[in-house]
């Protein structure tokens, strides 16, 4: 199983980037998605991230410009980032616990994607 995320780049105050991650391989079902993100000296911090009922949290500094979403037909996960700010600017990854059968789960992260909030 292998999680890829794309979606990042350099963008203004103010603007928006749609970041997504998909997963491939042998997949039976995704139970919970996450999106992480790493400032430069700081630590790594979860951003949002989704059950597979669709209960979804959002950590206080993005809430109301951040949007966590997914799509279990395509075994993908999004982020919706609007109203970005040059806070926002690091390195995004995606995790997800996804099953390979009924009774096996396991955890993976994707590559990480860096996002840069710049004028």
């Known amino acids: 199983v292998q999680l890829q995320a794309c979606g990042g780049g350099l963008v203004q105050p103010g603007g928006s980037l749609r970041l997504s991650c998909a997963a491939s391989g042998s997949i039976f079902a995704i139970d919970y998605m996450a999106w992480y993100r790493q400032a430069p000296g700081k630590q790594r911090e979860l951003v949002a991230d989704?059950?597979?009922?669709?209960?979804?949290t959002y950590v206080d500094s993005v809430k109301g410009r951040f949007t966590i979403s997914r799509d279990d037909a395509k075994k993908s996960g999004y982020l919706q980032m609007n109203s970005l700010k040059p806070d926002d600017t690091a390195v995004y990854f995606c995790s997800a616990d996804i099953r390979s059968s009924p009774y096996q789960m396991h955890n993976y992260w994707g590559q990480g994607t860096q996002v840069t909030v710049s004028s």
């Open positions: 989704i059950t597979s009922s669709g209960t979804i």
